[in-house]
């Protein structure tokens, strides 16, 4: 396949994908490496490096309109980014000395919890549960307020505080390597290392973790650059994709299916999880 | 001068929507380059062999960009993408100075550090 035709069919491939995580708010770059990898034949090494580069655009996009809505938390941002960075570092370490098979089978177990579970609001009302601050957050000064309608707020911003600082730090280092392993967002770890190991609101969880996400990223992506794992020829039509494609899925506000279409992308990300483990087990990829 | 809370974020915000879009913007006009004139190759994806070392360092992207090359020209981009998270740092560093919230400050510094060492020393 020449150049210019296999650009085109990697974006247009990208541009779903993007258009698609960004509506069920799932991430789109967790696709895009099973997508060149198992429908292209691209290897993993590549569909990594050009995967990093659209998260970290994707994430720094995203971000920029929920820091300007005062949803995310700056200084818990961070303070857990500490975190990341070392564990990105580490996971991109990671990923030299083990294989592209082993790569694939963890790509795919983590592809499964991202199916299971999903974009799903956990324990409505976190914020309910208390917004006491333990005294570790207090000392970081990690609590704050965020936009919200409800009863309790004051002027419009409910206040809340943070709890398990180390439960959540560690589960970020874990979130970090992910990220430099696979060149995913992980998104979903460091929701879960938020909402409920912190205690914080769903919200401010879910925008903050985007918020980090760029930068993690980018711990990564620079030893991925300089290692020659980022071809450009491949990394440009997956960047402008998914870049296009997250785009349009944020400026388009329909309700009514995205839960249907959520479902589906959980079908979507179950099956490429078993095919990734398979490929992996089997050493084709 | 004293900074908000609120003004930090909004500026944050600022940098980095100026980032992705200049960096998108570099790597469009870098992949027409691109297509125009190797279009009509066929590259292999398939087996992993490095890319060009003039496309891996800052230098050599930078040197290759002068002379118009369209693969250059996106690698330059996706550099500006990555920067833009960690100018994003860089302003952190400065707007916690600013307000005297030292610990963040040394919070923001040590995130700088790692990644500077991710970007320049690491291999």
């Known amino acids: 396949m020449t150049a210019t035709a296999l650009s085109a069919f990697i974006f247009v491939g990208s541009l779903v994908a993007g258009f698609l995580g960004s509506l069920t708010g799932l991430g789109g770059g967790v696709v895009i490496v099973p997508l060149l990898a198992l429908a292209f034949g691209i290897d993993i090494r590549y569909a990594i490096g050009a995967s990093l580069v659209s998260v970290i655009a994707t994430s720094s996009g995203a971000a920029a309109a929920y820091v300007r809505e005062g949803f995310s938390n700056i200084r818990i941002g961070m303070f857990l980014e500490m975190a990341t960075t070392v564990g990105a570092l580490a996971g991109a370490a990671l990923a030299t000395h083990v294989s592209t098979s082993a790569i694939a089978v963890v790509f795919g177990l983590v592809l499964m919890y991202s199916a299971a579970i999903g974009s799903e609001h956990p324990r409505t009302g976190a914020a309910a549960a208390g917004n006491a601050s333990s005294r570790l957050a207090e000392k970081l000064r990690l609590n704050g307020s965020y936009p919200s309608p409800d009863a309790g707020a004051v002027d419009g911003w409910c206040a809340y505080g943070a709890r398990r600082v180390p439960a959540g730090f560690s589960l970020m280092f874990g979130a970090g390597v992910l990220s430099g392993l696979l060149g995913i967002g992980s998104g979903a770890v460091k929701v879960l290392a938020m909402d409920r190991a912190m205690g914080l609101p769903f919200k401010v969880s879910t925008t903050t973790s985007n918020f980090m996400i760029g930068v993690t990223a980018a711990a990564s992506a620079g030893v991925y650059l300089a290692r020659g794992y980022v071809d450009p020829g491949l990394a440009m039509p997956v960047m402008l994709g998914v870049v296009g494609g997250a785009l349009a899925g944020s400026k388009l506000l329909v309700s009514a299916p995205v839960s249907i279409l959520r479902w589906v992308f959980r079908g979507v990300l179950a099956a490429l999880a078993i095919e990734m483990i398979y490929n992996g087990l089997t050493g084709r990829i | ?123």
Not at chain 2, 92 to 106: M, R
């Open chain 2, 1 to 123: 001068m004293r900074w908000t809370d609120e003004e930090v974020e909004q500026w944050m915000g600022r940098v980095l929507q100026i980032g992705v879009a200049v960096a998108a913007l570099v790597v469009f006009i870098g992949g027409v380059v691109y297509l125009v004139h190797e279009g009509g190759e066929e590259p292999d994806y398939r087996n992993f062999h490095d890319v060009a070392p003039w496309l891996k360092t800052t230098s050599g992207i930078a040197q290759a960009v002068i002379t118009g090359h369209g693969r250059a020209l996106i690698q330059l981009g996706i550099l500006l993408m990555i920067a833009t998270p960690v100018m994003r740092v860089v302003f952190a560093v400065f707007a916690f100075a600013v307000e005297k919230d030292w610990l963040y400050t040394g919070v923001s510094c040590f995130v700088l550090a790692v990644l500077s060492y991710a970007l320049f020393l690491a291999r």
